[in-house]
């Protein structure tokens, strides 16, 4: 066959509900023959025994000929390390990345595959099924639902996962890797040169999803409340990416404006509701400056300013930088979720109302954008 397509899973619990997602690939492997697309599975045994794994699986699927069993054995639990593992031993002409307890709804890989082809594009952007069965909002593709994607006008930077077909040649070209080393966020840098680099981004519309599940369990490694230093690792290195340091200020500041309302917000937010295990506070005074040095380096990088950022989230990140201490953050983000309407849709700076990032513009193209059907599926 004249091309491949390899799905790669990384495990490390046994009690993952492999099975799902291997059936959901393997199901899809007739149609893709026609096509001339070989299938294949590669899934990384993380520090697991192979044979422990296979065992979790019935008969059919351990000895199945299109499933290599690759281990991968770090002693660290990021996924980093099984990803990369994977991609510097394939051949295949593209790559699909499964997190073992999601799985892909039927015909989703041929449809990606023939836009991809069609468009000669370095990689398909996946619709992605929420857990609750709903399609994921997200990039914030423009309502004319364009067939090439501009990373800027089209928000790719609110994709933050690879979730979809990756051509390897492509990924190659920009050096793609999981960074090693960092208790979350390994995807984050590699997902944005994607996006913004590697060259042209499609997302298949009407197409099936990569569909996510809750079944994770507790265990999850991005589930815990981390220090700021910590969460935020993969920051530092992406602010100093020589691709980044070089590209426009649109560029940098839709980066800076996704980074502070998705991942600095949240990180607040998510502080200010924890309750304190043994009178450990997760906010204090260190992590306070820890936040001013963040929102200060997002600035700089950003061109020194965010004009597109809401009133409430531009108060909320000067009050973190006065909040000593946990009641001060709670207050501070009780403050931003009564913040009303105004809040929300206004702008810090008058002069980004209308630019193509405020969250007006983004409320009145969501309107836009389920009438035009850009993020329309098939039903499951």
């Known amino acids: 066959m004249s091309q491949s397509i390899e799905v790669v899973i990384p ?36 520090n697991i025994p192979i044979e422990d794994l296979k065992d979790s699986v019935p008969a059919d699927l351990s000895v199945n000929d299109s499933v290599t069993w690759l281990l991968h054995d770090d002693g660290i639990k990021s996924p980093a390390g099984p990803r990369n593992a994977a991609l510097e031993k394939s ?18 890989l041929a449809a990606w595959w023939q836009l991809a082809t069609a468009k000669t594009a370095a990689a398909i952007i996946a619709p992605l099924r ?48 999981y960074a090693e080393g960092i208790a979350t966020g390994e995807d984050i840098a590699s997902t944005l040169k994607l996006w913004f680099r590697a060259g042209t981004i499609c997302y298949p519309y009407d197409a099936p999803a990569y569909h996510q599940t809750d079944d994770s369990g507790p265990n999850r490694v991005t589930s815990s409340l981390l220090p700021l230093a910590e969460e935020f690792a993969w920051l530092d290195g992406l602010l100093t990416e020589p691709w980044l340091l070089s590209a426009s200020v649109a560029e940098r500041r839709a980066v800076a404006l996704k980074i502070l309302r998705v991942h600095g917000v949240g990180a607040l ?18 992590e306070c400056r820890r936040w001013g040095v963040l929102l200060a380096n997002l600035r700089t990088f950003a061109g020194g300013a965010l004009p597109a950022l809401s009133r409430k989230d531009a108060a909320l990140c000067l009050a973190a930088t006065k909040a000593e201490n946990q009641q001060q953050l709670r207050a501070a ?30 409320y009145v193209n969501e309107q836009l954008r389920s009438k035009t059907g850009v993020y329309a599926t098939p039903e499951v």
């Not at 609750?132 to 994709?159: C, F, H, N």
């Not at 983000?333 to 513009?361: A, F, K, M």
């Open 269 to 286: 937010r998510r502080r200010a509701a924890h309750v304190p295990v043994d009178g450990q506070e997760p906010w204090n005074g260190a």
């Open 91 to 108: 051949s295949a002409t593209f790559l699909c990345f499964l997190d073992s307890d999601d799985y892909l709804e039927a015909g989703s």
């Open 130 to 177: 929420t857990p609750e069965g709903s399609i994921l909002r997200s990039p914030r593709i423009r309502p004319s639902k364009p067939a090439i994607l501009d990373a800027v006008k089209d928000g790719l930077a609110y994709r933050s996962v690879p979730y979809g077909l990756l051509r390897r040649s492509s990924l190659l070209a920009i050096d793609f890797r």
């Open 333 to 362: 983000v009780e403050h931003h979720q009564n913040s009303g309407r105004q809040g929300e849709l206004l702008t810090d700076n008058p002069r980004g109302l209308l630019s193509r990032d405020s969250v007006l513009r983004h």
């Open 11 to 46: 495990v490390h619990d046994p009690a993952r509900p492999l099975e799902r997602g291997l059936s959901s690939i393997l199901g899809q492997q007739a149609e893709l023959s026609v096509l001339g697309v070989e299938l294949r599975v590669t899934v990384v045994c993380h």
